[in-house]
């Protein structure tokens, strides 16, 4: 039996599967499928082929159809839907077409604020499309790393189109979804309106070219704003060009003039995160906030969550939720999946501390030191040079040639090397580069026994010490 893991959220569903496992394409050349809607004539447009078009057809688009999941009449009649279930099992029905050949059973990780009438609706959809859903689970659960952190509040932090989530996660022997907050109206949605109107009055001030007159250099805005934000995770500034007609428009776009835009909102989270901590007196301990590669999109927010006190931030890896939910089929079913469909909204989290610990005390043993990479089958020793990392041929004294798609991994990806008693990572990529399930900003420091995973990909290298022949 082949299990897909469906990631759901109305900013992009994710699916998960294959052997290895990684993330899918679900919407044509893309890993993520927007939940977006544009009646046509003769059919109902969905997903991003809807979303690429989203900003030629205002009045038509629909985009609330799973944060607002009812068989309410629409207010918006078309010839094609009724209902925001109707859409919702469209889109659905768009993404299962495409990965249904990887998987005969699901379960789908679902965002904490879903009641228990909707997941029914979606079960519905998925009975009638003979999608296998074979349960469901709580998206934070889901998306959590393998590391418990003893003593300390856990918060799962992820955005949606329409809404922002803060998830208290309780560490015991089981890891557990408590209280949450919920802030509507406080999405992509809208801080990509706020921030394409922004680049507007960029261009209007320094060309007196105003994007948003026609809707076509519109609709381009909203579609290059995930590739600006990307630039902006590891740069400050970047030339954005645009064309209409024969005239070619730039300017030099600021990653603080969106931080600007946006921070009344960030401000309000951090507020929200330092109220969530005092309810729980847990003001005076670390807090361990994961964020969603949703959230970690967003320029500027990271810094103003490091300003709060005793605070360290996990980044989750793209798809973590459906990526965890292959990852926890033992944990959750006990390998074994059933006719029903069951909600687990907790999953063992002590089993995982304990191993972690083993680890930890590993790592950090003082008889035994790192010394190499192990790619494959192929250890590569590291030195004060740099080892380059990336889907680039170099020589194997110089670097690991990882064999993967360059839209997953960056030519040069990352480099290891030695700094006098240390083994420094620095990552160079657009993708990302995680240890043990966390994105490293920038450089970080390296122990015995951890794994790096580059970018969307499922290629691994762990970090190992080759034992001399005289230590034996």
Request: glycine share 6%; charged share 25%.
């Given at each position: 039996m082949a299990l897909l893991g469906l990631e759901l959220s109305d900013a992009g569903i994710l699916v998960a599967g294959d052997n290895p496992a990684r993330l899918l394409i679900v919407d044509g050349q893309e890993q993520e499928s927007p939940g977006f809607a544009i009646p046509e004539k003769e059919r109902l447009l969905v997903g991003k082929p809807a979303s690429d078009k989203a900003?030629?057809?205002p009045l038509q688009v629909i985009n609330r159809f799973w944060d607002q999941l009812n068989t309410e009449p629409l207010k918006q009649k078309n010839r094609h839907t009724q209902n925001h279930a109707e859409i919702a099992y469209a889109h659905l029905s768009h993404v299962w077409e495409i990965v249904k050949q990887y998987g005969d059973e699901m379960i789908i990780a679902v965002p904490n604020f879903f009641s228990k009438e909707q997941l029914g609706l979606i079960l519905g959809m998925a009975q009638e499309l003979s999608i296998p859903v074979k349960g469901f689970v709580s998206l934070p659960i889901a998306a959590s790393s393998y590391h418990a952190y003893p003593n300390a509040m856990l918060l799962h932090l992820d955005i949606h189109l329409h809404r922002f989530e803060i998830i208290h996660l309780h560490?015991?022997?089981y890891l557990t979804a408590k209280n949450s907050l919920t802030f509507q109206e406080i999405g992509l949605e809208q801080l990509y309106r706020s921030w394409v109107e922004t680049i507007a009055e960029e261009f209007v001030h320094a060309t007196r070219f105003d994007p948003l007159h026609q809707a076509a250099t519109e609709q381009e805005?909203?579609?290059?704003?995930?590739?600006?934000?990307?630039?902006?995770?590891?740069?400050?500034?970047?030339?954005?060009?645009?064309?209409?007609?024969k005239h070619r428009y730039r300017i030099t776009l600021l990653r603080d003039v969106l931080f600007q835009k946006s921070e009344k909102i960030y401000d309000e989270i951090c507020q929200f995160i330092?109220?969530?901590?005092?309810?729980?007196?847990?003001n005076n301990f670390l807090t361990v906030l994961q964020t969603t590669h949703r959230v970690a999109c967003l320029p500027g927010l990271k810094d103003k969550l490091l300003e709060i006190e005793n605070c360290k931030i996990i980044g989750l890896e793209p798809g973590a939720g459906a990526l965890g939910v292959l990852k926890l089929r033992d944990q959750l079913t006990d390998g074994h999946l059933g006719n029903g469909a069951s909600f687990f909204t907790s999953r063992p989290w002590q089993q995982a501390e304990s191993k972690t610990s083993r680890v930890i005390s590993y790592k950090t043993s003082d008889t035994?030191?790192?010394?190499?990479?192990?790619?494959?089958?192929v250890a590569y020793p590291i030195s004060e040079k740099p080892l380059i990392i990336g889907c680039e041929h170099y020589p194997v004294e110089k670097g690991i040639y990882v064999q993967a798609k360059?839209?997953?991994?960056?030519?040069?990806?990352?480099?290891?090397?030695r700094k006098n008693d240390s083994i420094i990572l620095t990552d160079y990529s657009s993708q990302g580069t995680f240890v043990d399930d966390r994105q490293i900003d920038g450089s970080d420091r390296l122990a015995l026994g951890q794994v790096i995973r580059l970018g969307t990909s499922q290629e691994t290298i762990r970090i190992i010490a080759c034992i001399e022949a005289d230590e034996t």
């Open positions: 900003h030629l057809f560490q015991g022997e805005l909203y579609n290059r704003l995930s590739a600006a934000l990307d630039i902006f995770k590891h740069q400050s500034s970047f030339l954005f060009e645009i064309s209409h007609g330092e109220k969530m901590r005092d309810d729980h007196g847990k035994i030191r790192a010394s190499h990479l192990l790619y494959g089958d360059s839209s997953d991994v960056s030519k040069k990806h990352c480099t290891v090397q």
